[in-house]
T-cell receptor
Framework: ETGVTQTPRHLVMGMTNKKSLKCEQHLGHNAMYWYKQSAKKPLELMFVYSLEERVENNSVPSRFSPECPNSSHLFLHLHTLQPEDSALYLC????????????FGSGTRLTVV | SQQGEEDPQALSIQEGENATMNCSYKTSINNLQWYRQNSGRGLVHLILIRSNEREKHSGRLRVTLDTSKKSSSLLITASRAADTASYFCATSGGGADGLTFGKGTHLIIQP
């Protein structure tokens, strides 16, 4: 375990379903991130939360909705996804300062059918 | 937009040999980081080098940074089978605005 826990590890959902991905860290970090990793593509930054406020939203479709209720928890709410949204979704956290590496969770492997 | 670009895309060497991976980037950075990812798992932070540093060591890892050429290299010495993984460079422009990753180098260590 890295200190960042993601659940579930695997998720299969239909295009009309609504589901949520959960990320939890107790490292005392105050910045959290969602990344999407698709085959043969670089990791794509989706959302950044710093001190519980969203500071980055990289043109992500509205069918992805993040929520950060406190500095330890981050959610990604999913609804009416498309098959091309199938990917590994990674959560990461870091101290607010820039000069530290990120701690990643093990990811949620999402398959949209 | 993609910032880091690793080279080569894939590398296969014998156990005990040294492995060198390169990364190029396009814009100014605050720091550059290297990560390892084992198949289908999360990324593990290996080393961070600041823009005012030229070289850094950590165990069997050696990282160099040339800001004039906008490039970095990661050297793994005396490779082991357990080093088989994908390696990514990532750049930070400063603040908690997220890292930008390249596509990675897939390293295979043959026993």
């Amino acid at each position: 375990e890295t200190g960042v826990t993601q659940t579930p590890r695997h998720l299969v959902m239909g295009m009309t379903n609504k589901k949520s991905l959960k990320c939890e860290q107790h490292l005392g970090h105050n910045a959290m991130y969602w990344y999407k990793q698709s085959a043969k593509k670089p990791l794509e930054l989706m959302f950044v939360y710093s001190l519980e406020e969203r500071v980055e939203n990289n043109s992500v479709p509205s069918r992805f909705s993040p929520e950060c209720p406190n500095s330890s928890h981050l959610f990604l709410h999913l609804h009416t996804l498309q098959p091309e949204d199938s990917a590994l979704y990674l959560c990461a956290s870091s101290p607010y300062s820039d000069n530290y590496g990120y701690t990643f969770g093990s990811g949620t492997r999402l398959t949209v059918v | 937009s993609q910032q880091g670009e690793e080279d080569p895309q894939a590398l296969s060497i014998q156990e005990g040999e040294n492995a060198t991976m390169n990364c190029s980037y396009k814009t100014s950075i605050n720091n550059l980081q290297w990560y390892r990812q084992n198949s289908g798992r999360g990324l593990v932070h290996l080393i961070l080098i600041r823009s005012n540093e030229r070289e850094k060591h950590s165990g069997r890892l050696r990282v160099t940074l040339d800001t004039s050429k906008k490039s970095s290299s990661l050297l793994i010495t005396a490779s082991r089978a357990a080093d088989t993984a994908s390696y990514f460079c990532a750049t930070s422009g400063g603040g908690a605005d997220g890292l930008t990753f390249g596509k990675g180098t897939h390293l295979i260590i043959q026993p």
